[in-house]
Nanobody, 119 residues
Framework: VQLVESGGGLVQPGGSLRLSCAAS????????MSWLRQAPGKERELVAG????????????NYADSVQGRFTISRDNAEKTVTLRMNSLKPEDTAVYYC?????????WGQGTQVTVSS
């Protein structure tokens, strides 16, 4: 199992970023995917999740209250990617963002991508 995140960077408050996670080593369409983040000195927290199934684009989604209405998670089962579109970014969104899959009872993570929201 391999997960590779990309798309992080420095953005001003109110700006947007699009994170992508490329997956390999498992049957991507069969597994729910998640984005989590970890800010300095804080616990890692769930940002958004998307279920498997639901056709080529995945099924149901869920979001942390703090990002509801600003972030959108989606998946492309043909490309084996999961995307997190982030709008109206705030300084408190600054964190390392990770893609995760639970495969055969074990959590697999990517290396993370840094998102910094600052003027």
């Amino acid at each position: 199992v391999q997960l590779v995140e990309s798309g992080g960077g420095l953005v001003q408050p109110g700006g947007s970023l699009r994170l992508s996670c490329a997956a390999s080593g498992f049957t991507f369409s069969n597994y729910a995917m998640s984005w989590l983040r970890q800010a300095p000195g804080k616990e890692r927290e769930l940002v958004a999740g998307i279920s498997s199934g639901g056709g080529s684009g995945g099924g149901s989604t869920n979001y942390a209250d703090s990002v509801q209405g600003r972030f959108t998670i989606s998946r492309d089962n043909a490309e084996k990617t999961v995307t997190l579109r982030m709008n109206s970014l705030k300084p408190e969104d600054t964190a390392v963002y990770y893609c995760k899959v639970r495969y055969w009872g074990k959590d697999y993570w990517g290396q993370g991508t840094q998102v910094t929201v600052s003027s």
